[in-house]
């Protein structure tokens, strides 16, 4: 990001705050945990045309993508829960199992860090939890 970008965002943010400020002061210290539960899981044929071999027929498929998309978002940490639980949901619809799921997590505590992979492994687990309800 150059310098100049990097103002003008920070000056978008602020007067993003300053607005949600202005129209309801409560929301300044509003906690948007469990937010990303409002955002739908694109479709298998979905996820395929965008993450896979549409654009690149000769390339990874949809399934794979959003394995190294896991790897790359646990290595982030906590500051990417929200894609990473979307991220988990998108692999077990397009087939992902449980295990590789947890095993490309397990794999970026090399990178990342134990806690990151801790964090990431509870995320799976939440989200395990809910495909359970769902089917339930």
């Known amino acids: 990001m150059s310098e100049d970008f990097g103002k003008l965002f920070q000056a978008m943010v602020?007067?993003?705050?300053?607005?949600v400020r202005s129209f309801n002061p409560a929301l300044e210290n509003m906690q948007l945990k469990g937010f990303d539960a409002l955002m739908p899981t694109m479709s298998k044929d979905m996820m395929e045309m965008w993450f896979g071999r549409t654009f690149n027929r000769e390339g990874l498929?949809?399934?794979?993508?959003?394995?190294?998309?896991l790897a790359a978002?646990?290595?982030?940490?906590?500051?990417a829960e929200p894609q990473i639980r979307l991220t988990i949901r998108h692999l077990l619809e397009v087939g992902a199992t449980k295990r590789e799921i947890a095993e490309v997590i397990?794999?970026?505590?090399?990178f990342g860090g134990v806690p990151a992979m801790t964090k990431a492994l509870e995320i799976a687990q939440g989200v395990?939890?809910?495909n359970e309800?769902?089917?339930a």
């Open 106 to 110: 397990t794999q970026m505590s090399l």
């Open 14 to 19: 602020e007067q993003g705050q300053e607005m």
């Open 61 to 69: 498929d949809a399934k794979t993508r959003l394995l190294v998309t």
């Open 133 to 135: 309800e769902d089917s």
């Open 128 to 130: 395990f939890g809910e």
């Open 73 to 79: 978002l646990t290595v982030l940490g906590a500051q």
